[in-house]
């Protein structure tokens, strides 16, 4: 772990699982810009280091934190959640790995990597921060899906199969702590501008920006919600695709 800058006492935290991505990155800022303490837990930790610089030069007095961490390497959980500085106010899990549907379909391994990477890790990762936020008493967890996984389709359905899980996972959660004061928020964004989509043919009205995805993450501290769709447009497109009839759906190329 690297400190960059001393912290207050009286300061709230984030976490940010993922905090290299472009969402990871702009949820950071956004909280910075709110006066929280930041901790970036991220595999590549020199990257991490250059994000929290980053944010130090645009935030004036920003407080931010890097801790390594692979989402793959779940017997590391315990020690990476006891070496962070405090048990943070706020978790914000965006990882996640598209992969390519062709190869995920030919070659296992890669397949359970990239189920891995959206389900699993995440999924016993919260498991294990809702246990401890569960102990303290309060605690928002914010868990990044897709609407991929709101239905299978034939050109993602290794990815959207991971993210399915994992929406399930968070609805699962949000009612098991539904009594208490630990909330659990689900995050669909749609399509995002970032580098995992560079290269696709995106819709540009159904696109967001990483920063239109932190803005909607920071309003939660302030709002109480259970699913969030970043686009608002997405909600009935969705309801509409889950609707259909299975021996409609499997004729349509999607």
Known sequence: MTETTPRTNNARSLLVIGGTSDMGRAVAAAYAEMGWTIALAARDIEAAGRDAADIRTRVEAARVAVHHLDI??????????????????????????????ERAQD???????????????????????A??????????????????????????????SGKAG????????????SATDVRVVTV?????????????DLVGPLTATPQAVAARIAALQSRRADVIYVLRAWWPIMSIIRAIPETVFKKLKL
């Not at 779940?74 to 992969?99: E, K």
């Not at 994992?166 to 702590?177: C, I, V």
């Open 72 to 101: 793959l390497e779940t017997d590391t959980f315990g020690a990476f959640l006891d070496g962070l500085d405090t048990l943070p106010d706020t978790v914000v899990c965006v990882v996640g790995m598209l992969g390519d549907q």
């Open 107 to 129: 070659d296992p391994h890669y397949a359970a990597r990239v189920m891995r990477t959206n389900f699993e890790g995440p999924a016993l990762l919260l498991e294990m921060l």
């Open 131 to 160: 246990r401890r936020f569960a102990d303290r008493g309060r605690g928002l967890i914010v868990g990044v899906s897709s609407v991929a996984g709101d239905r299978g389709r034939a050109s993602n359905y290794v990815y959207g």
């Open 166 to 177: 994992l929406t399930a996972y968070l609805s699962g959660l949000r009612n098991r702590l």
């Open 188 to 200: 669909k964004p749609g399509f995002v501008r970032t580098k995992m989509t560079a290269g696709m």
